[in-house]
């Protein structure tokens, strides 16, 4: 995008809610503590967020509630996306606070503005489940080492489970993401997470002490109030919130039913009615030697797996991403300004080399590509069929191939699928995760897999040779590979 600036805006359900109406009408909330002890509160996050922005508010207000206050910032590496700490410390005897850094197990609020920050061990410590209050945010921010491995997964419940077993309780919100909808600005999420925590009486202030910390934000005053404000309502009426988003207060995960009929309707217009109905037949396959053992996760394995092999992204659909969906016009509406779109496609046979890399680059275009991707979006048809030019690539012949072995592994397995081989099965079929990239990268990452494909096969055959013939697809076994795979692939031993 060229020529524009992000746009700051809600969504348009909010427009005609009446935001003072519904912050008026709420009750006040009951205070957790009372200034005559110390009040301990923690914050943590990553750098450029506005933890410490945060940290200053509620230092301000205490200040004009009359309170002494200590305050201090760990702010480390936080100008790089680091973890980032506030302690502050607010009394009506100021000679109660010996110290601004809060002792070992003496927290009494812990807002949590980032998961993965907020279980450090420095900043568990703080924590005592008889006594900490704590609010987290769901936002689940990257780390170094998942940078570097992307095969690292958070694991946002274990997260949660450890933050939750470590406080007197425990309340969570995905600030960022209401941040975004209801204020039109994400970076707002902190100031949202305190007025979702005054709310719920976790902090110990006056309404009228915040409100005047905020207007010393100066022109970020008024969207500050806004996103204190809608935090809030995000504690009092959350089921109202996520009605005006359209959103389900229920369970976030996708239950296996709707998985596979969304990935349905997908490959419909990826390809065709007939090639979305040989992935449902092949899910169910699995699906019902499976349900034998009483397993579910082994179908969604396949149903994750088979739908991301099937729906590859070839030159026709990337094409129809950008013109046959409403990716141009979300694009455009999260800009303010005469935008100007570049788009940046490597093409085959007129990419040049990058001069770096040796690998192939690519090609900057102006708005005039548009009318040739809505005539190549219209040329999926000839996917894989004799006339596929751009199907002759390497690339897209590697993955064809990945498809038809994997379809052929799932049918073996749904013929000798027991408890004892199920872990094996289902490792098996979860290789495809570990594909990742295009062009050169991908077919790197489509050799790797094939070594561990080989491993896991040699195992689950050797369970087999005692019980029934080999029945293993003839291109899976080993050195019989067909040379035509062998090169696409890469060599196997």
């Known amino acids: 995008m060229r020529g524009a600036t992000p746009a700051k805006r809600p969504v348009p359900a909010t427009r005609d809610f009446d935001l003072d109406a519904a912050v008026t009408a709420l009750a006040p909330p009951v205070p957790t503590k009372n200034h005559s002890s110390p009040s301990d509160i923690l914050l943590v996050g990553i750098g450029g967020t ?26 480390g590496f936080a100008q790089k996306g680091g973890e980032v700490l506030s302690h502050v410390r607010f009394c009506s005897d100021e000679t109660a606070l010996h110290q601004a850094r809060i002792a070992q197990g003496e927290a009494d609020f812990v807002l949590v503005a980032d998961i993965v920050a907020g279980v450090s061990e420095k900043v568990l410590t703080v924590f005592s489940s008889e006594r900490t209050r704590c609010i987290a945010n769901l936002h689940e921010s990257q780390t170094g080492p998942m940078l570097r491995n992307p095969d ?3 694991g946002s419940n274990r997260l949660i489970d450890l933050l939750t077993s470590r406080s007197q309780r425990i ?14 600005d994400r970076e707002q999420a902190n100031i949202l997470l305190l007025g ?19 207007d010393g934000l100066g022109r970020y005053a008024s969207i500050a109030r806004v996103a204190f404000q809608w935090g809030r309502l995000a504690a009092a009426i959350p089921a109202q919130i996520h009605d005006l988003l359209g959103q389900s207060t229920g369970s976030r995960a996708e239950d296996l039913a709707s998985l596979i ?29 499976a349900q034998a053992l009483g397993d579910t996760s082994l179908t969604e394995v396949v149903a994750k797996n088979l739908f991301k092999l099937m729906a590859y992204k070839d030159e026709y659909e990337v094409a129809r991403l ?16 005469k935008t100007k779109f570049r788009f940046h496609f490597s093409p085959p046979l007129i990419a040049p080399k990058d001069r770096r890399t040796g690998e192939r680059g690519k090609i900057a275009f102006g708005p005039w590509i548009i009318p040739v991707l809505r005539l190549l979006a219209r040329g999926k048809f000839l996917r894989g069929t004799v006339f596929d030019l751009l199907g002759r690539q390497a690339e897209r012949r590697a993955e064809r191939q990945m498809l038809a072995e994997y379809e052929q592994h799932v049918d073996w397995i749904a013929r000798i699928l027991t408890a004892e081989r199920l872990p094996l099965c289902r490792s098996l079929t979860a290789l495809p995760e ?14 790797k897999v094939s070594t561990r494909r080989r491993e896991l096969l040699q195992q689950i055959e050797s369970s087999l040779r005692n019980e029934v013939p080999d029945t293993r697809p003839e291109f899976s076994r080993g050195r019989d590979a067909p040379e035509k795979e062998k090169k696409l692939i890469g060599q196997r031993p």
């Open 171 to 184: 309340d969570m919100i995905d600030a960022g993401q209401l941040a975004e909808a209801l204020v039109g």
């Open 50 to 75: 506005g933890v410490v922005t945060a940290a200053g508010l509620i230092a301000q207000a205490a200040r004009l509630d009359g309170n002494g206050v200590r305050t201090l910032n760990f702010t």
């Open 152 to 154: 690292i997964r958070i």
């Open 196 to 214: 979702f925590s005054w709310q719920l009486g976790a902090l110990p202030l006056t309404l009228l002490s915040i409100q005047q910390a905020l």
């Open 261 to 289: 009929s969304s990935r349905r309707d997908f490959l419909i217009a990826y390809q065709d009615a007939s090639y979305a109905q040989r992935y449902v037949e092949r899910v169910e396959k699995i699906r019902n030697a």
């Open 434 to 447: 570990q594909i990742r990239g295009f062009g050169h990268v991908k077919l790197r990452s489509l050799n």
């Open 322 to 337: 950008h013109v046959e969906t409403d990716f141009l016009a979300s694009i455009s509406d999260r800009f303010d300004g």
